[in-house]
């Protein structure tokens, strides 16, 4: 199985502040064939189901503000969120889907500082 | 719009079994993957299996393959996840999620609203 790691477990940023999350894989999730990344971010805000920000790592999903950004390739991937806004708290997790079982990072809970 | 709709909250005996749908409307459901995914309470999320709509072929966690059946129906446009001999570590909140796939599936881009499953005696 691919292992997905998150780091921190949780951060606290000031309202306006840069946040960065950090996810690595146990294996390259680069399909060297398309050079995609199998790579998405997820937000997930207390009693709600997640909701896709970013996939092939980088690419923002429509409607996603563009304070979010995904970047990384391979084994290493960055979630941004550039200016940190009150309804950005909730925990965000990475999801690899280039190999079954698709697997999660163990998430990073953002907090207002 | 695009949108995926569980069925209702489940409370089942240990040993038993359940079966939640999740029905799709407003996206080509023939032409998307759907993965199951459980939470339980503080946890992270779980991946437990997926179905290409299209073909029908499914894969399934370690963990479950044993006590996990997912299905679909074109004509409802509905999944199915069906858990089997159940305990009290499978009480969690069920979601599904459905994303586009040709070829490969491009993530997940539509959640289902969560069905909570409790087994208790």
């Known amino acids: 199985d691919i292992v997905m790691t998150q780091s921190p477990d949780s951060l606290a940023v000031s309202l306006g502040e840069r946040a960065t999350i950090n996810c690595k894989s146990s294996q390259s999730v680069l399909l060297s064939s398309n050079n995609k990344n199998y790579l998405a971010w997820y937000q997930q805000k207390p009693g709600q189901p997640p909701e896709l920000l970013i996939y092939w790592a980088s690419t923002r999903e429509s409607g996603v503000p563009d304070r979010f950004s995904g970047s990384g390739s391979g084994t290493d991937f960055t979630l941004t969120i550039s200016s940190l806004q009150a309804e950005d708290v909730a925990v965000y997790y990475c999801q690899q889907y280039y190999r079954t079982p698709l697997t999660f990072g163990g998430g990073t809970k953002v907090e207002i500082k | 719009q695009m949108q995926l709709v569980q069925s209702g909250s489940e409370v089942k005996k240990p040993g038993t079994s359940v ?64 858990l089997s001999s159940l305990s009290s570590e499978d009480t969690a909140m069920y979601y599904c999620a459905a994303g586009p796939f040709n070829g490969g599936v491009r993530a997940f881009d539509i959640w289902g609203q969560g069905t909570m499953v409790t087994v208790s005696s």
């Open chain 2, 19 to 82: 079966k939640v749908s999740c029905k799709a409307s407003g996206f080509t459901f023939s032409s998307s993957a759907v993965q199951w995914v459980r939470q339980a309470r503080g946890q992270r999320l779980d991946w437990i299996g997926w179905i290409v709509v299209g073909s029908g072929y499914t894969e399934y966690a370690q963990k479950v393959q044993e006590r996990l059946t997912i299905r679909r129906d074109m004509s409802t446009s509905t999944a199915y996840m069906e």
